[in-house]
């Protein structure tokens, strides 16, 4: 069982479709990320968000919108997003700000752009 | 920017038979992680390795930080079927929220 919630598990959308991703954690951690894995391949950062505020982001292209409500919360805004797009997106979190402890991977959301 | 390899890319072992992956970054790190990510799953912290020369163990897992930290290593013995998957490291630096993933080995176990 994992300690970090991301919905939904699958979703297929088309090229002109909104849709929001989300992750949930409940572990008091203050760092939360968003990668995106294509099959064989590592996971790749998109965004990191510390106490809430983002501070990284990987030139990740605007079709991509990150959103850290609270501390427990973090969504992901999908809008015309392209085939090359198609992926699983997991979302993770860490205790501390900087890479010194382990990240908690949620399941993962697999995307399909039609 | 940091690039961290792994070798190898694939790994088949038959039951019971050791394993080894390498994994090497461009440059010198803070601490390195080990990750395991079953066949359809998410990645799973394993470990983590701060200083040089460092060696830890878990039952049948050995992990290795080299004395330059740019080099690590995860060895297996006796491999199992439960063993499957694949292995990353992931390289951290200091006061860097970002963690870069090896390529990773994708370990098959043949019963």
């Known amino acids: 069982d994992t300690e970090v919630t991301q919905t939904p598990k699958h979703l297929v959308m088309g090229m002109t479709n909104k849709k929001s991703l989300k992750c949930e954690q409940h572990?008091?951690?203050?760092?939360m990320y968003w990668y995106k894995q294509k099959a064989k391949k590592p996971p790749e950062l998109m965004f990191v968000?510390?106490?809430?505020?983002?501070?990284i982001n990987e030139s990740v292209p605007s079709r991509f919108s990150p959103e850290c409500p609270n501390s427990s919360l973090l969504n992901l805004h999908l809008h015309a997003l392209q085939p090359e797009d198609s992926a699983l997106y997991l979302c993770?979190?860490?205790?501390?700000?900087?890479?010194?402890?382990?990240?908690?991977f949620g399941d993962g959301t697999r995307l399909s752009i039609l | 920017g940091q690039q961290v390899m792994q070798i190898p890319q694939y790994q088949h072992v038959q039951e019971g038979e050791d394993f080894t992956t390498y994994c090497n970054s461009s440059?010198?790190?803070?601490?390195i992680q080990w990750y395991k990510q079953r066949p359809g799953g998410h990645p799973v912290f394993l470990i983590q390795?701060?200083?040089?020369?460092e060696v830890k163990k878990q039952k049948r897992l050995t992990f290795q930080f080299g004395e330059a930290k740019k080099n690590s290593s995860l060895h297996i013995t006796a491999t199992q079927t439960t063993d499957v998957g694949t292995y990353f490291c992931a390289g951290g630096n200091f006061g860097n929220e970002k963690l870069t993933f090896g390529t990773g080995t994708r370990l098959t176990i043949i019963p």
């Open positions: 390795l701060v200083k040089s020369g």
């Open positions: 993770a979190s860490s205790q501390e700000r900087d890479t010194h402890g382990p990240q908690h």
């Open positions: 572990m008091g951690h203050r760092a």
């Open positions: 968000y510390s106490y809430e505020k983002l501070s």
């Open positions: 440059t010198t790190l803070s601490n």
